[in-house]
């Protein structure tokens, strides 16, 4: 069965740019979409189709995806990025949720 | 609005069975697929099943095949997902989510979920 692979955990400095990567054989044939998930709370898409923002979403947050990796990327990272994000592909009729990456802003 | 809400969660013991509903609202039902997604505590997200507008047409985790089985009341707005032969590892919050405003299978829209706990 397919499976994408996310590092566990990500640091980051405020203001600085965070990358969040997720692997998969051959993902960038595949749609990659990306979550943010604070606790407590359900999660919220933050990107679509590897590169595209829900409405709402802010600016910062960005995707790219190629080969065997997909990226999320926060540019000037703000305190209430702090979340776990999961990205997640589709594959012969099942979703696949990576194992997420908890984002720590300090 | 378009609101997803969950409910139907409960204690029950290993072996058990539980249905649990996602009332939708706010939007044309029937004009989309609905997934259920699970969170085990302390976990990440996992996808349990998805069934089309139609409900003519369902899809299932390998872990949940052949005990859990996703259905629809369209006249009604409801999802259902009942769970037979529980197990502990079944143990998690259940959600529903819609693919409604975007595409590439991303969930845009998610119910607040209901408490799933298998133990004796």
């Known amino acids: 069965s397919y499976e994408l692979t996310q590092p566990p955990s990500v640091s980051v400095s405020p203001g600085q740019t965070a990358s969040i990567s997720c692997s998969g054989e051959?993902?960038?044939?595949?749609?990659a979409n990306w979550y943010q998930q604070k606790p407590g709370q359900s999660p919220v898409l933050v990107i679509y189709?590897?590169?595209k923002r829900p409405s709402g979403i802010p600016e910062r947050f960005s995707g790219s995806n190629s080969g065997n990796t997909a990226t999320l990327t926060i540019s000037g990272t703000q305190a209430m990025d702090e979340a776990d994000y999961y990205c997640?592909?589709?594959?012969?009729?099942?979703?696949?949720f990576g194992g997420g990456t908890k984002l720590t802003v300090l | 609005e378009v609101q997803l809400l969950g409910s139907g969660g409960g204690l029950v013991q290993p072996g058990g069975s539980l249905r649990l509903s996602c009332a939708a609202s706010g939007f044309s039902f029937s004009s989309y697929a609905m997934s259920w997604v699970r969170q085990a505590p302390g976990k990440g997200l996992e996808w349990v099943s998805d069934?089309?507008?139609?409900?003519?047409?369902?899809n299932y985790a390998d872990s949940v095949e052949g005990r859990f089985s996703i259905s629809r009341d369209n006249s009604k707005n409801t999802l259902y997902l009942q769970m037979n032969s529980l197990r502990a590892e079944d143990t998690a919050v259940y959600s529903c989510?819609?693919?409604?405003?975007?595409?590439?299978?991303?969930?845009?829209?998610w119910g607040q979920g209901t408490m799933v706990t298998v133990s004796s």
């Open positions: 189709e590897d590169t």
């Open positions: 989510a819609v693919e409604m405003a975007t595409s590439g299978h991303a969930f845009d829209i």
């Open positions: 069934i089309s507008g139609s409900g003519g047409s369902t």
């Open positions: 051959n993902l960038g044939n595949k749609y």
């Open positions: 997640q592909a589709w594959d012969s009729n099942t979703v696949i």
